[in-house]
């Protein structure tokens, strides 16, 4: 399942705004996966962000996202100006760009616009992008499957993570979406272990997404910019959130970073790599019934 309309607003504000409030610059924004385009929906909520570039494999989805009318009821039309740009012979070409606008609502007579983000579509493997861009990034998002197979596993690998160690600006932050910290206790960890190793640093957090169930995420930056204790005071400083939400408080962020008595405690010491595909076998086993 990749979402359930009667509660994704839980995993997708806990997904963003989180790395919003620790992220001290919002400019420009990298969503790794979201085709469906709930999480650009929820950092189109922030006015200071001025590009977005969101990479999905599959252009099936992001038309769907862009086109379909129940799709553009549950992410409030979030690609509806965005360009697909489909990559040809897995090179970076240059970008179809589009200028996502609001009305001004202190004119509205003349119906004058004002811009609000820049927003480019790029149907690529994300492996390969992360390797190919060049720039960087505020804040990167990365919203991909669980690592149920041997191709989804790389996206979870430390070669990866190096590459998002490289692309992030010097002081950004980047969050992961990383299964169960329940029912795949394992794979999250595993997933920890492996950004940390990678010239990043992460704390995880977690809540309940009811067709999920217990979820988890890792929240971080560049291990030379950032410590663990940093991220935690940050996130446990927090007083409001700036945007408009459904469901998450600043309460609720706090709670998240409470897990229960050994729960983030495991005898494995191993890393995901490229080669031993830990993540897709701890994934398999986890998932056994």
Known sequence: MQFNSADEYIYHENLVHP???VAPVHKKVLILGGGDGLALREVLKYPDVESVTLCDIDPV???LARDNP???QLNNNSLRDGKVVVMQNHAITEVGRAVLQEEDQHDPVHRKFKDVAEISIINLDAAAFVEQISGMYDIIIIDFPDPNNQDLSKLYSDVFYHHIQKKLSADGIF????TSPVH???VFL????TINASGLTAIPYHDNVPSFGEWGWW???RADRYSAETIYKRLRSINDV???TSYLTPALIKASLSFGKDQLKSKETEINTLTNGLAFTYYVNAWQF
């Open 219 to 221: 929240l971080g930056g």
């Open 70 to 72: 129940y799709f553009q």
């Open 184 to 186: 795949a206790k394992e």
């Open 190 to 193: 595993l997933v920890g272990r």
């Open 61 to 63: 989805m992001t038309t």
């Open 175 to 178: 969050v992961q979406q990383a």
């Open 242 to 244: 700036k945007v408009p």
């Open 19 to 21: 790395a919003f409030a």
